[in-house]
């Protein structure tokens, strides 16, 4: 995997400007990570804190220093304020796959951000990363996500039983993969 520790990669799109995250956007950040419809699938618990912000923006960094992960934050072009965030997280170089992950603020749900972004970072994990599988884990009961991954072109592999233990409970995981030649058909 080819990340460059140096130089952040900013990706552009039409509309979005995919950049690094840093501690100055915790405040936009914080307010769609406490929302309970965001967080619904996240994960995690809706987070109260600013602390739990900047937790989660060292870990993106850790992510980063390791070579395990990078994650961009979602701005419009015309305005520099985090609105989500995407990116690639358990980089299992010697298999060349990654697992890529995404969240936005509720207030751009239904608007092609999500697949925008996504467009971006998939090219990016392909032919920067030189990627040969990038995989989703999608909670089943996540429609709108289950919608985007397939729009992508993600094929759903299986359902994961009890996968995951979060939130006080076991969740089921749909397992969706995109290969590199599902993309040059």
């Known amino acids: 995997m080819n990340i460059d520790m140096n130089a952040f990669p900013t990706l552009e799109t039409k509309r979005l400007r995919l950049r690094e995250i840093e501690e100055k956007d915790a405040a936009s950040i914080l307010e769609y990570l406490s929302d309970q419809e965001v967080m619904k699938h996240y994960g995690l618990e809706p987070f109260q804190t600013l602390k739990e912000v900047f937790d989660e923006i060292s870990w993106y960094q850790s992510t980063l220093k ?31 796959r990654s697992e890529i992950g995404y969240e936005l603020h509720k207030n751009y749900w239904g ?45 759903r592999e299986g359902l994961l039983r009890n996968y995951e233990f979060t939130c006080g409970k076991f969740d089921d995981m749909y397992m969706y993969s995109l290969l590199r030649q599902d993309l040059e058909l």
């Open 111 to 155: 608007k092609g951000i999500a697949s925008e972004a996504l467009d971006a970072v998939i090219a990016y994990g392909f032919e920067q990363l030189k990627l040969q599988r990038i995989q989703a884990l999608i909670e089943p009961p996540n429609i709108a996500s289950l919608k985007l991954a397939e729009k992508q072109g993600f094929i």
């Open 66 to 96: 390791q070579k395990t992960g990078i994650r961009w934050g979602i701005t419009l072009k015309e305005e520099d304020v985090v609105i989500g965030s995407c990116g690639f997280l358990n980089i299992a170089s010697q298999h060349s």
